[in-house]
């Protein structure tokens, strides 16, 4: 179990403001007592915690298709020629002339090339809202409806309950010549310290998006067709008289090749989600009481024998409200601008939102007083003058 001091800390780390600054933070709490001391022990502890920065990356896998090959046909020709010799006595010879016709063939080949883009996108943040324990009443609504000042979140100012019965009151923190006293008095006993040191990691997620297809160009089988041509010459003796004249045609088909290229885009995205803050709701607005009908909280009671006092460093009264709910043994918070933030301990009471801790009264200017706030284990009730 953490000391009660880094409970807070922790809390405390996850702030928007605290996750916008330095990954060190250190804060002390004072128990305070009724007797004065010369030596106030102090102790400090150390702890280190690792936030997760989650990312998502998308790989888009690429298919490849090789086609079935083009057959492109190709003729080889051949040519014999036979010559017959006619007896003297024919007078009859014959010629074969041979005329080449040449044809073009164009074919078309499309490839297609693949490139990978890799996009990194942020996401924002996400807040996580941490809701109070069941049966939790804000301060504000002990006040009759319309006479609440509360005070914003960040601000650094500082009926249904009706009045606390029968309770000893032993202890009370009021404003006097504009600064918190104790009445009565109380001392400095025990100082403890955290400091917390952040580091942040990366978690990756792989997602596989649809593959993309990549065709690879069709690869070509040349066959070649042989084609002989025979040619027949023959040839009178000198004695001929008569000549016969024989034509044959020979088709030579060339074959040309056009490639053409196409371009597709595959697109690996890497998703990066920061750490984001930690939202208290119990600490809204409507429980961080700052005034009732335009008078400042003057005096915070006690309500327990046991019940003591404490403070610790707070920059706001939304911080000093967060301090207490993460506290086990905190009741109520009353903040003092600028960075103290006063907590009453529980004593022997039960930690409960109905446990009736102390009570408040107001008077003077707001901007001198407290900012009061309920817990999980306490509630405050008004005492008007």
Do not use: W
Not at 188 to 196: A, S, Y
Not at 328 to 356: D, E, H, K, Q, R
């Amino acid at each position: 179990m953490l000391p009660i001091i880094y409970q807070a800390l922790v809390a405390l780390y996850f702030l928007p403001s605290v996750l916008a600054a330095a990954n060190t933070l250190s804060a002390c709490t004072t128990k305070l007592g009724a007797k004065s001391t010369s030596k106030v022990g102090s102790t400090t502890y150390a702890l280190t915690i690792t936030l997760y920065a989650s990312t998502k990356q998308t790989n888009t896998p690429t298919i490849t298709k090789t086609p079935v090959p083009t057959t492109v046909s190709v003729s080889s020709t051949a040519t014999v020629v036979s010559t017959t010799t006619l007896q003297q006595v024919t007078d009859t010879f014959s010629t074969t002339s041979s005329v080449f016709v040449t044809s073009t063939e164009t074919q078309t080949v499309t490839q297609t090339a693949t490139t990978t883009t890799d996009v990194t996108v942020t996401a924002d943040p996400s807040t996580t809202t941490i809701q109070p324990s069941p049966g939790f009443t804000p301060a504000a609504s002990v006040v009759p409806a319309g006479q609440a000042g509360t005070a914003k979140k960040r601000d650094v100012l500082p009926g249904r309950r009706g009045k606390i019965e029968g309770r000893a009151a032993t202890q009370r923190l009021l404003i006097q010549n504009h600064k918190p006293t104790f009445i009565p008095a109380l001392y400095p006993t025990t100082v403890t310290c955290g400091v917390l040191v952040r580091t942040t990691s990366t978690r990756t997620t792989l997602f596989t998006a649809a593959p993309t297809t990549k065709t690879l160009p069709p690869s070509t089988v040349t066959s070649t067709i042989p084609v002989t041509i025979t040619s027949t010459s023959t040839v009178a003796q000198t004695n001929a008289q008569t000549t016969l004249s024989f034509s044959t045609t020979i088709i030579q088909t060339t074959t040309t090749y056009t490639t053409t290229t196409t371009t597709q885009t595959a697109t690996n995205t890497v998703t990066v989600t920061p750490p984001g803050p930690t939202v208290y709701a119990a600490c809204a607005s409507n429980n961080l009481l700052k005034s009732v009908n335009g008078q400042g909280i003057q005096f915070v009671q006690g309500q327990t024998v046991d019940g003591t006092f404490g403070s610790t460093d707070a920059s706001s009264a939304y911080d000093c409200c967060v301090a207490c709910l993460n506290d086990s043994n905190c009741a109520i918070s009353a903040y003092s601008s600028p960075s103290t933030c006063y907590t009453l301990g529980l004593g022997s009471s039960t930690c409960s939102p109905n446990t009736n801790a102390a009570s408040f009264g107001t008077g003077g200017d707001p901007a001198d007083g407290f900012v009061v706030s309920d817990s999980n284990c306490g509630q405050l009730a008004y005492s008007p003058s």
